[in-house]
């Protein structure tokens, strides 16, 4: 009897002195893509995933990146026509052809040329004339790119494809599941300001997410709003900081795939709410090219989305506006210019 009080004495003192592996916040970061990224996980071993993370971005670059002359992308669009690609490549188009069909083509991955014309793409040409836009738009239309398999094939030669508006997007999806392999279930992934968030932060509360007052020329950052973001990918696209002038007139980078021009509307900023990133990245941008109202009607139709639009009002003020299921994890600056839908 003393025997066995003794070994139950002794294991509730072994019981005692073990402590619970400690939750710690890792941060990981460093430069990809031309911009910088951005990774925060909770860990119970303290294992640094900064190689792993590194290695996976070099690998989507050697996929996606336009600026690498030997990436996949970059042989298929020197290719004639067929080319073999990979999963990456895969996915992405994938992602486009779904976002192309639902926006009506408003997405089209095959406006590389006249981006490149207007001298936000890979190759800068700055040629923008209007008889050379022109010739250029025969080549716009992703129906005439098409996936067998692991080969993709295009119907005319100088076709080309440019998926920088849906890659950072892929990107933070690809390292939210490479944590999510080694057992990471709470973590924030930005790169280049998208976002996709899981679990809580060490504060034990959801991620919480500041979305930039869409104004030029701002000396620091002022935030309009703040998103908790709960098991959600996030993404924002805008006009205000990426344009050039040219002959006294500001240029968009968002170019109409329809019209080969950049546009012009009160649309300042567009932030998308999705499951994953890839969709929302590219969403935004599509909203960013048809404008408020068309905006509206597109993510009306679409339940798996929700958003945030920031715009200009008749008298140049801020006004923003809601989805609904957004309307509880959000909180703005001021209350004042709220809209929901």
Known sequence: MKKIFYTAFLLSLLSCGEQAPKKQKMVVDGHAQGTTYNIVYISEDGIDYQRAIDSTLIEIDNSLSTYQKRSIISKFNQAD??????????????????????????????????????????????????????????????????MNENNVIKEKKGMMLDFNAVAQGYSVDVLADLLETRGINNYLVE??????????????TFWRIGIDKPLENLVERELEAIVNLENKALATSGNYRKFYEKNGMKHSHTINPKTGYPVNHNLLSATVISDNCGEADAFATVFMVVGLEDAKEIISKNKNLEALFIYSNENGHLQTFITDGLSNSIKLKSNKNRRNY
């Not at 992405?92 to 089209?108: L, T, W």
């Not at 790169?191 to 034990?204: D, R, S």
Request: charge should be negative; aromatic fraction near 12%; charged fraction near 20%.
């Open 191 to 204: 790169v280049g300001g998208e976002l996709k968030a899981k679990g809580l932060n060490l504060n034990g």
């Open 81 to 146: 026509s067929i080319f073999e690609v990979d999963q990456m490549f895969t996915d992405v188009f994938n992602i486009s052809k779904k976002v192309f069909e639902i926006s009506e083509g408003a997405f089209d991955p095959t406006i590389a040329p006249i981006v490149n014309a207007w001298g936000f793409g890979f190759e800068n040409l700055h040629a923008t004339d209007s008889v050379t836009i022109d010739s250029l738009r025969m080549f716009v239309d992703f129906t005439k790119i098409a």
